[in-house]
């Protein structure tokens, strides 16, 4: 049964990626445009002291302006890095004061030197934070589906607060019908699809 429900993402995976890969430089920059819009105009955004936001990477929506801005209105902005060097990898975030900070990491992403403060989860500040979240695959149900590794998953785990702050963000095409859902997957509690 399990076994069915990760051949079965992977199939979703492979399918959503491929037409992500097809959007045309148009409707990326399109998008991205309009997801800043929709970020910077957000309530958790403007309450927001913390700002937890992926590094786009491949094909993913650009997540730069938001970072820019963020930085801007001297919000803390903290973004992924994946240490792989123990036996099992987990995700972190380090603040960054710029985008120079970072450079190429895990699987090509530009990640931060990972020599700066660690965002640390507290469920008092977890109200003055937003997380923005990558994903492939997202449904009106709020699952999510990502490059399958878990990450998120297990970063998100033991943070209730954080949870309740948490926002997916992508493209439409990355939009499907009732995606299937394993009993770790941990949903945002919104997702933005532009
Ligand atoms: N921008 C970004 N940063 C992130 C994530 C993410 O999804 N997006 N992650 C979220 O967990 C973590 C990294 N997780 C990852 C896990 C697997 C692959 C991976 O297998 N990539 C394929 C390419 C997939 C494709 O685009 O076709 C590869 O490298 O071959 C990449 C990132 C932390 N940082
Ligand atoms: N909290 C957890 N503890 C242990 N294993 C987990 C946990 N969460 C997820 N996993 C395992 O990690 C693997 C990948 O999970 P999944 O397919 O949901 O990743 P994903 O959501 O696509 O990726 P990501 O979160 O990195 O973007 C699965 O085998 C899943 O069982």
Same mark, same amino acid.
């Given at each position: 049964?399990?076994? #069915?429900?990760? $051949?079965? =993402?992977?199939?979703?995976? =492979? ?15 399109? %998008? !991205?445009?309009?997801?800043? @819009? ?9 309450? %927001? ?12 929506? !650009? ?10 209105? #001297? ?35 530009? @990640? ?29 149900? $709020?699952? $999510?589906?990502?490059? #399958? ?7 998100? @785990?033991?943070?209730? #607060?954080?949870?309740?702050? %948490?926002?997916?963000?992508?493209? $439409? ?7 299937? %859902? @394993? ?12």
């Amino acid at each position: 049964m399990e076994d #069915g429900i990760k $051949r079965n =993402k992977r199939e979703i995976r =492979k399918a959503v990626l491929n037409s992500r890969d097809n959007l045309s430089k148009q409707e990326r920059e399109k %998008a !991205s445009l309009l997801l800043t @819009e929709r970020i910077l105009g957000h309530q958790w955004f403007y309450r %927001a002291e913390q700002i937890l936001c992926f590094v786009s990477y491949g094909s993913e929506i !650009s997540t730069r302006g938001i970072l820019e801005e963020a930085l801007k209105a #001297g919000k803390k902005v903290y973004v992924p890095k994946v240490l792989s060097g123990k036996k099992h990898p987990e995700m972190c975030f380090y603040r960054i004061t710029g985008l120079t900070e970072l450079e190429t990491g895990y699987r090509g992403i530009p @990640e931060p030197a990972g020599d700066s403060e660690e965002y640390v989860y507290s469920q008092e500040e977890a109200e003055r934070t937003l997380l923005l979240m990558p994903g492939v695959a997202f449904d009106r149900y $709020r699952n $999510r589906i990502g490059y #399958g590794k878990g990450f998120y998953d297990r970063f998100l @785990e033991d943070k209730p #607060g954080l949870q309740q702050r %948490a926002i997916a963000v992508g493209y $439409r095409c990355q939009m499907t019908d009732t995606l299937p %859902a @394993e009993k770790t997957d941990i949903r945002p509690y919104q997702v933005i699809c532009v």
